[in-house]
């Protein structure tokens, strides 16, 4: 064992009446157990309690996981454990360093939680072995916390997110302490380092409280951390500029380092109570600072100091398998059975292989248990929004084409009312960065303000204590935010520039893989969808440009597991409330809705609308010509807003220019019915495509995005060869609405010459309209250059009726 | 104007022989002149000069751009002129807030370089009736800091990768001071608030300097700021924490604030001339504390006070465009007249417009000036990389599969010679969110070590002041450098977990924006590529599993501009070798090279590797049956290490159960090749394609990521209804390597499958041999669910030969 790490707790006094010995030796035994078990499930096939001395035949064939943490990790359960009982508290913990799966999962053993949700995994000496065995075992259990283990709701292995998903849990959980551990490597990340902010906006009455323990174990995989080797007044300089209050436990003599961590424990949670109480009983003062408790434990602790000569305890080399040899190489075996010995296995669990009462005497029962906390198995707590009814909302549409309103302005009315009727049960938030108002959602501000709990001046507006509008200029925040908030059983909607949901891709495929397994464990109840509203879209990108280009997000999410995502493009305000109102009824999905906030032709009634988003996809007969016909001789198909106004356009164009054409006009408001049968739930058959695209006419598809897109859903359709897309190519700049759609060869007299080039024998007529539609091209070109604004025929144009 | 900033500099005691009033009045001036032209960009068309009344033609019919920081920008690059001029100073300048893209251009056009890259826009009052009228109009130049603009290296548009990119510039630049203003909207991004440690990592001898300007301008789009609604001392502990020593600029009177600025820019450039020399006489001691201005000033500083009755400057209603009624509300045109007017235009260009001397006073010459320095120029620096000949570095492969390597660990031999031969020329980094040695390319180590400025201990090993191996836990950090790095002209790799490169898609989405655009200018040089390897890739990730296991990286940046981006997936060591090199080699591009850290056969040698890389795509004969047949009956493809070995796996299962199978192997490097001739420039002709996959026999195409993907490159290809894609489906855990392939229906006896359900007339032999390969994968799932590893036919596999 190293000595690096004098036991100190320079933040707290000693608590008066602190620890009596046998509450440390109490807790030191469980600590003790739960690092046996950790070991045990790196390296056990059998022989679970030593009955007999350990065998190469004893050890798994494959050694994974990771030890480095799992001391740490088992600490801080063990000391959780601790202030839940005594204090009743209502608890849960976000595990950061969540790749230390063997310490949360031999906690849940021992307290039982475990064995309630896997009855096979006893807890008993066979369950035991049935623990050690299953773990990074094939058809066993994952090497991370993981959705399987009980009482999580964050997985550990892409790192930067837990601080995050804690705030988001306890918004609006004014009796819930949401512990964190934020290991150091985690806290290089950007994510992670903005997360310090979340603080200031939570409100201390109406949410509850975060309780961040930064574990400064010194490494990580090959090196050490930065926060690590600060020197402490720049450390504690950081902490407090974060606005937070530390507390320091330091040290390497566990005695000492139980002593220092219950007093810790104890000191923050009276902190914390007295600002609640401050706050819920006097009215909010100044923000509070919230404590942190930074914990410095040598990485590996307790484990081989040496090995092979080298130092692995409180060195990067306990980061996974210390002892990788044990199976070939005697010495380590000895080196194995010695390490686990020094717990005392036998003083630990009883004959039977059962803890011994000492070993759980400050271990909390029922639902207070950390495993079975129902806040982390949200779908328990989960209520139905009161959702209004649409027809309050909807626009009138007496015929397609005659009004134009901002589709989400529209919808920010209905989310108005959704908000208003969550005053009380406050199971509702709304987040983005920093785009709500600019996104026409502003009616949400009449229902509730934008969260805020630093310092306001005179001329702001709607910032509020309680406001449940959640504005931060990081999408990493907003995410991470929602899923917390999500995964404790409540609703909430991102709204995002479309170009810039991309920075959380890898957040939103973590969240993805989190559902998909959530789904197919029956004890993991439903937990509300994860919604996005991704406007401010790529059309439409007057001030900004080519930057804020970017539709590629709905190519991200259709990688994913079909189960649990699901894409919309509604082509009008009525057709995005009833999308909008779907969404926020589900549960377990990841939504992804693409909407303008510009005016927009009004298409549908909301009966229309209605019957249009239930079918996903359908032909629009009023736009199109093709009559009685049996088949059309073209079909003009779009998806999202522009594009759908684009191919309007180009309808009245031919239906005005060439009546002799049967033109069918379909819509897509949901992406996946485009998808294979099967490979989606929403997927048509071949015979409901058919019906829709016809098997053997030529298809001009006009999508929203990258046009590729289209081709990858549908690339085993009968009528596949006649398909032509027509979508972003990439081509972005600062430029008029109509001149984006140019350069990217989606506009109306494009997708004209497009279906004249496709369909034969269309005769000299046609060849006309085709020339006027290039001409009308140039036209564009010329004008744009001299008046910087579209072309009257352009900007003026509407739909003929 | 408001007076809620009172003009103070804590940090800074009166500069002795402070601005002369002179100096003063001539920096005024100049700002003076920048903001009107900033305000001209955003409103004018024509009457630059204000030489009539202004009328309502004069007046763009679309105003868009963002005035709100371009003030703070302004005032800014006035005073780098100053020192810049004053010192001599080598110096750039990353414009975070590059949204305010007014104020740089404005700034270009005062000091000349502007008209020197675009001699249209002339330094006189045709030239600045060109500079107004062309922004953010339809042709003309985006509203944003952009590859257009001289001297910038860095979008302002997506928030939270300036000081990362100031850092990368810095690197191996000891000469160079790198400014950096940090707009307090952009310091809520995680990525930004990450960025602060990257001084742990800047080298005082052999590193420039970056001073970051924390601009405090109160608000963001509709809300204030975090960091600006801090209490002081909150803020000033904050930055200390992060380890600068903060210097302070606060005010709205512009006098008082010129003489703040100007006396902490001198302080912070003392500071860090003394910190540098200290380093670079004395040897590295401590840590320097490097300086950070705050620069507090209102928002839409100069701007409209007020309109339509709302508070404006000073508050987040200045964002964007403040006036937006001139050319319908003549109010507002009076507003705007009287704003511009405000400047004294005739004090500060002569009848001509060219700017009169007085404003010029303090703008350095040649080189010096910010937008012509040629660091941000960065291909006007580039030396190539002293690349050693691959013949020292390539596995010997007498035969295939007779040996096997770690492909990235010999990879690492060649980057090490690579790292060693730039020793005196420092233009080579290899980046990493610490992988660097798990990745296998530890021998780097021996040439460099891994930049570290924090504290040491004994056990530390490789850590070093001037190391030129950057590992920090930061994906956002590393690709940040790696950007700033590379367009400042050098080199560098950036070795990434494959799932976990999605952390930066939106990143890469903003780095390929920038390298498309650049290319089409051609006063840009070539800059060195931006180079990934993707490593512990999806089909090995027995420590970590499913949150560990994402292909669609290559999908995300095939959605992006052809020219710009390269996808490699390398089958072995000396393919991986060949890849490697001439991606070091290459300008301008995005290469990803997605290569396996496990032992692989090695199945080319380096004579062999070049030309198949040349090809991107060929037959492997030795591995097919297909003989002295026309055509195959059936062709086996495989693009990546794993599905290379499976295949080959199954062909050797074919060969020895259906000799009579005329079977092709085709194996794909160039993951562009696939792409349509014309869609991309590596995109092979139909006939090239229709050699090497046949027009209409069956095709079993086994690919390393997402299955799809091979479908989207494919579509129009001749015999796409023949091919069927096997790959990784979002099933994922923590397993064998072979359970991984199995799970995904990608491992070899799925794919001998997948040949017999495909070529028609095999008889009976063939079902026979069907149903032996469904034996062994029901084999396979009873052996593993008890031995927990590979049968010992898997396991022990090797190419027969």
Not at 307 to 324: I, K, M, S
Request: some cysteine; hydrophobic content about 40%.
């Amino acid at each position: 064992m190293t000595t690096r790490h004098p036991t100190s707790d320079p933040g707290a006094a000693p608590a008066p009446g602190g620890l009596t010995d046998t509450e440390v030796a109490a807790l030191d035994a469980h600590w003790r157990a739960a690092n046996y078990l950790a070991v045990g499930q790196i390296y056990l096939m059998s022989n679970p309690l030593l009955a007999v001395p350990l065998e190469p035949e004893h050890v798994k064939p494959r050694l994974l996981g990771h030890w480095g943490t799992s001391p740490g990790l088992n600490l801080v359960h063990t000391h959780l454990n601790r202030v839940v009982k005594s204090r009743d508290l209502d608890a849960i913990c976000v595990w950061g360093p969540g790749h230390g799966g063997p310490a949360v999962l031999a906690n849940s053993w021992l307290e039982g939680s475990y064995s309630e949700v896997y009855p096979d995994v006893s807890r008993d000496a066979d369950g035991m072995e049935r623990l050690f065995r299953q773990f990074s075992f094939p058809g066993g259990v994952p090497s991370h916390v993981a959705p399987e283990t009980p009482g999580s709701l964050h997985e550990g292995g892409e790192l930067g997110y837990s601080l995050a998903h804690a705030y988001g849990a306890a918004f609006d959980n004014p009796g819930l302490l949401v512990a964190c551990v934020i290991g150091d490597g985690e806290a290089e990340t950007g994510p992670l380092a903005g997360s310090w902010h979340a603080n200031k906006f939570l409100d201390p009455v109406h949410d509850g409280a975060v309780l961040p323990i930064l574990h400064l174990n010194g490494y990580k995989i090959a090196n050490p951390t930065v926060l690590a080797r600060l020197p402490e007044e720049e450390l504690d300089r950081l902490l407090r500029g974060y606005g937070h209050e530390p507390l320091y436990v330091t040290g390497d003599d566990p005695a000492k380092v139980h002593r220092a961590m219950a007093a810790a424990m104890d000191r923050a949670l009276d902190h914390i109570a007295t600002a609640q109480r401050v706050a819920r009983e006097g009215g909010v003062g100044d923000r509070p600072h919230w404590p942190v408790i930074v914990l410095r434990t040598p990485k590996g602790w307790t484990g081989p100091a040496e090995v092979d000569g080298l130092p692995v305890e409180d060195t990067w080399r306990a980061h996974q398998v210390p002892l990788p040899g044990v199976r070939d190489n005697p010495d380590h075996l000895r080196q194995l059975e010695h390490w686990l010995r020094s717990y005392r296995p036998e003083e630990l669990f009883d004959e039977d292989g059962r803890p011994r009462p000492e070993v759980l005497a400050h271990v909390p029962e029922g639902d207070r248990r950390l495993g079975a906390n129902p806040h982390a198995n949200g779908g328990l707590l989960t209520r139905s929004l009161p959702m209004p009814p649409l027809e309050h909302y909807a626009v009138p549409v007496d015929k397609p084409g005659a009004g134009r309103h901002e589709p989400t302005r529209v919808l920010g009315n209905f989310l108005a009312q959704i908000m208003a009727g969550t005053t009380a049960s406050r199971n509702f938030r709304v987040v983005g960065p920093d785009e709500t108002d600019s996104n026409r959602l502003d009616a949400l501000y009449a229902a509730t303000g934008k969260a805020w709990q630093a310092a306001t001046l005179p001329t702001d507006e709607h910032l509020a204590h309680d406001g449940r509008v959640m504005e931060v200029l990081s999408e990493h925040l907003c995410q991470g935010w929602l899923e917390g908030y999500t995964l404790t059983g409540r609703h909430g909607l991102f709204s995002c520039y479309e170009a810039f949901v991309h920075i959380v891709d890898s957040m939103v495929n973590q969240h993805i893989k989190w559902l998909r397994t959530s789904r197919a464990l029956p004890w993991r109840r439903p937990v509300p969808s994860l919604n996005y509203l991704l406007t401010s879209h790529v059309w439409r990108q007057d001030h900004n440009g080519f930057s804020h280009q970017d539709p590629g997000f709905v190519d991200h999410v259709l990688n994913k597991s079909p189960e649990v995502v699901r894409v919309y493009l509604p082509p009008d305000a009525n057709t995005l409330l009833s999308v909008a109102d779907h969404a926020l009824r589900s549960r377990d999905y990841v939504n992804v809705i693409v909407a303008g906030k510009q005016p927009c032709f009004d298409w549908l009634s909301l009966e229309e609308a209605r019957a249009h988003c239930a079918r996903g996809a359908g032909v629009w007969t009023w736009a199109g010509s093709e009559g009685t016909a049996r088949e059309p001789d073209a079909v003009l198909a779009c998806a999202g807003d522009v594009p759908t106004q684009e191919v309007l356009a180009a309808a009245g164009l031919l239906r005005r220019h060439l009546p002799e054409l049967a033109l069918r006009v379909v819509n897509v408001v949901d992406m996946t019915r485009l998808m294979a049968h099967g490979e989606h739930p929403h997927g048509m058959t071949d015979a409901e495509y058919d019906a829709l695209f016809t098997r053997d006419k030529p298809v001009v598809f006009a999508y929203h995005g990258y046009p590729w897109l289209i081709h990858r859903l549908t690339y085993r359709r009968t009528g596949h060869g006649d398909l032509h897309v027509r979508g972003y190519k990439e081509v972005g700049t600062t430029t008029t609405p109509f001149d984006m759609v140019v350069r990217n060869d989606l506009d109306r007299y494009r997708l004209v010459m497009d279906v004249i080039d496709r369909v034969p024998g269309l005769g000299a007529r046609a060849v006309a309209v085709r020339q006027a539609m290039a001409d009308a091209r140039t036209r564009h070109h010329a004008w744009i250059r001299e008046h910087g604004v579209d072309m009257p025929e352009v900007a003026e144009w509407s739909w003929p009726g």
